[in-house]
């Protein structure tokens, strides 16, 4: 029998988390500070209004883009939060959450052997999407001393007559990086400057706890038009099984990854849309709470870090830390591990996320402050057990 | 009236589910000095709107027995005295647990706790009715608590998220 794979599904690496994964899930009283979604429950009124929607029979498929009621909300949204404004018809797009957005922007955008320029340690599936597409993923390693922030000297240092394409992914999963605006508008001048499209995967934008809001790139000059801005209702809403996102993009990209929507996907899920439309209506204050909540705990973990001696510069978004562990002698992976062996709490090794996450972990605090104590003082064990090793 | 400066919010926010946090930790997860949290904490209480530090017990998971009324009462008010005059002779009562002017259907509501049953109904038919402006009262146990300072009581909540997930 002859091959029946495609090479290029081959190419890609599986999932650095899954071995983790395994090892965790066998693991009885572990505590885990690995998951990458929020601890909360979708807010009640949310969820009720999934329900009422089935009750109703609204069981059938929506249009391709997704229910004209949600998209003119989320053209509203961004309107009023970003200053932006998006035609409901020609320029939104829902989709089975953010990652599915990931996946046919690179789509529509890359032809084979173009340059997709990726910022890592970043989300696991914006290189296997680029893979997938054809595109060349081209890696701009972020690091720790610029607060993994993107610079613009990075950014020029890696771009070629080929590159086509940025993945901006801020705030940041694993690191919790952010970008602030003056940052933001270097980057931008010279995406304008040298024809570069962004793929702007800003599904953490509620979740910053700068000084001022989160910032998005399509509001800069001359952005708009060649900026293609991702978001959704997992992290904000706590809504990740809902599975639900939403692109928002000029008309001559959106109506290509439309294209790719209707013949892979069809529509969002329906009950998701009807239980997002309340949710962006009415959800604000759900929202405020719980970015409340995330910074109460990001403090928390700060504090602890600094009192027990484990470097961590300050992020600013998401619900993630990734603080420094080069001074124990072991790579991220054998840290994970021992951890997880010695002290029964699993975080997830900075590899998981690019080559260039050696030397880190990421911890999430999308957990009660309760369960962060008792981790981090299973840490603090460890790193001062650890700490005599070098 | 008293304003309230974001930090004070935020510290009530906080100490309204969690009052035994003590002052290092409310300065740390507000991002605030310790000095500031402590003066806001006793600005508040002087100015009573810190009125207390309690606990939410359950005691429907104990052994213990507790008896939760909840008491409409009509009442005709006291010239020159109106309703305060009367809520203060039943709030007086220890076993009185909160007393509410109400609008609507019925002038107070009290919700009372007791050992037994029949010592709600001796504060009713002894105590309460025989206040001379209480013109009626309807009384209802409670069976259950459900939800209390919003605080489902009712359910063991467990994690159901996959343990890693990136």
Do not use: Q
């Given at each position: 029998m002859r091959n029946p794979l495609s090479q290029v599904v081959q190419e890609i690496k599986p999932s650095g988390i899954?071995?983790?994964?395994?090892?965790?899930?066998?693991?009885?009283?572990?505590?885990?500070?690995?998951?990458?979604?929020?601890?909360?429950?979708?807010?009640?009124?949310?969820?009720?209004?999934?329900?009422?929607?089935?009750?109703?029979?609204?069981?059938?498929?929506?249009?391709?883009a997704g229910l004209k009621e949600l998209r003119v909300e989320i053209a509203n949204y961004i309107n009023r939060r970003f200053q932006i404004s998006y035609n409901a018809d020609k320029e939104i797009l829902i989709t089975v959450g953010g990652s599915e957005a990931i996946d046919l922007a690179v789509r529509a955008l890359v032809n084979p052997g173009e340059e997709v320029l990726i910022p890592m340690p970043s989300f696991v599936s914006y290189l296997p999407c680029v893979q997938l597409a054809y595109g060349i993923p081209v890696i701009i390693e972020l690091k720790e001393e610029n607060e993994f922030r993107l610079t613009k000297k990075e950014l020029l240092e890696h771009i070629t007559d080929k590159t086509k394409l940025l993945v901006l992914p801020f705030p940041n999963n694993p690191t919790g990086a952010i970008m602030p605006r003056r940052e933001l508008e270097e980057i931008a001048e010279v995406c304008v400057e040298k024809d570069i499209f962004v793929v702007s995967d800003e599904i953490y934008a509620e979740l910053s706890y700068y000084g001022e809001r989160h910032v998005s790139i399509a509001e800069m000059p001359g952005m708009k038009e060649r900026t293609i801005l991702i978001n959704g209702f997992s992290k904000a809403y706590a809504m990740t099984g809902w599975r639900l996102g939403y692109v928002c993009a000029p008309e001559i990209i959106l109506s290509q990854m439309l294209k790719i929507h209707q013949f892979a996907i069809m529509c969002a899920p329906t009950t998701s849309q009807y239980a997002a439309v309340e949710a962006i209506r009415n959800g604000d204050r759900d929202v405020a709470e719980m970015t409340q909540s995330y910074n109460q705990r990001r403090r928390f973990l700060l504090n602890e870090f600094r009192e027990m001696?484990?470097?961590?510069?300050?992020?600013?978004?998401?619900?993630?830390?990734?603080?420094?562990?080069?001074?124990?002698?072991?790579?991220?992976?054998?840290?994970?591990?021992?951890?997880?062996?010695?002290?029964?709490?699993?975080?997830?090794?900075?590899?998981?996320?690019?080559?260039?996450?050696?030397?880190?972990?990421?911890?999430?605090y999308a957990y009660s402050l309760e369960r962060l104590k008792l981790a981090l003082n299973r840490i603090k064990s460890f790193v001062e057990r650890h700490r005599g090793d070098i | 009236m008293v304003e309230l400066t974001e930090l004070r919010k935020l510290i009530l926010g906080v100490i309204e589910k969690n009052s035994r946090i003590d002052v290092h930790e409310l300065s740390v997860l507000l991002g605030a000095t310790e000095i500031e949290v402590a003066n806001a904490l006793t600005e508040m209480e002087k100015e009573k709107v810190i009125c207390g530090y309690h606990t939410l017990i359950n005691w429907e998971n104990t052994s213990d027995e507790r008896v939760n009324a909840m008491i409409e009462v009509q009442v005709t008010p006291q010239r020159g005295e109106g309703f305060d005059r009367i809520a203060e002779r039943i709030y007086n009562f220890s076993e009185v647990n909160a007393v509410y002017l109400m609008s609507g259907g019925y002038d107070f509501l009290i919700l009372l706790e007791e050992k037994t049953m029949r010592a709600v109904s001796h504060f009713v038919s002894e105590k309460l009715s025989t206040i001379e402006a209480v013109r009626g009262t309807a009384t209802h146990f409670v069976l259950k608590k459900y939800k209390d300072h919003g605080t489902v009581l009712t359910e063991n909540k467990t994690d159901e998220r996959m343990v890693i997930t990136p």
């Open positions: 899954r071995k983790f994964f395994d090892i965790v899930s066998e693991m009885k009283d572990a505590i885990s500070l690995g998951v990458g979604e929020p601890d909360f429950d979708t807010p009640w009124h949310v969820r009720e209004e999934g329900i009422y929607s089935l009750e109703k029979g609204r069981t059938f498929y929506t249009s391709n001696g484990l470097e961590c510069f300050e992020p600013y978004g998401a619900f993630y830390v990734f603080p420094n562990i080069k001074k124990y002698g072991m790579t991220s992976e054998e840290f994970a591990e021992k951890l997880l062996e010695e002290e029964k709490v699993a975080v997830v090794p900075g590899t998981a996320f690019g080559d260039c996450g050696e030397g880190y972990v990421r911890i999430s | -």
